[in-house]
């Protein structure tokens, strides 16, 4: 797989690929639920960085929404495309992303 011009296809999985923008995300696998298409977010109030979005509900717990775009300053004012389910130790957040380019295994190198 080609995505820009770096060629991913002569690797095998490990990592999620995720474009925000012009900008190429790679995620440990290991920490990735999986991929689904943006929910309602449901605004919360008080302070909070301008990258939390708010909080969805997903497979029944609140989850915190993070803009990627917003938080790499490489929004564009589109709407994300896909979500991103991440496990963590305290529970789970979404990361809104343009496109998920899917998954492929890279070398420490091509990682930055």
Not at 53 to 78: C, F, H, M, Q, W
Not at 96 to 103: E, N, P, R, S
């Amino acid at each position: 797989m080609k995505v820009g011009h770096l060629d991913f296809s002569a690797y095998g999985p490990n990592y999620l690929l995720c474009q925000v923008g012009n900008v190429i995300c790679a995620l440990p696998l290991q920490n990735i639920v999986e991929t689904l298409r943006p929910q309602q977010v449901i605004a919360v109030s008080g302070q909070r960085p301008a990258f939390v979005e708010g909080i969805s509900i997903i497979r029944s717990k609140p989850t915190p929404i993070v803009n990627v775009g917003k938080l790499l300053a490489e929004n564009d004012g589109r709407d994300p495309g896909r979500l991103v389910l991440l496990r963590l130790a305290e529970g789970q957040v979404a990361l809104a992303v343009d496109k998920v380019h899917g998954v492929h295994e890279l070398q420490n190198q091509q990682l930055m």
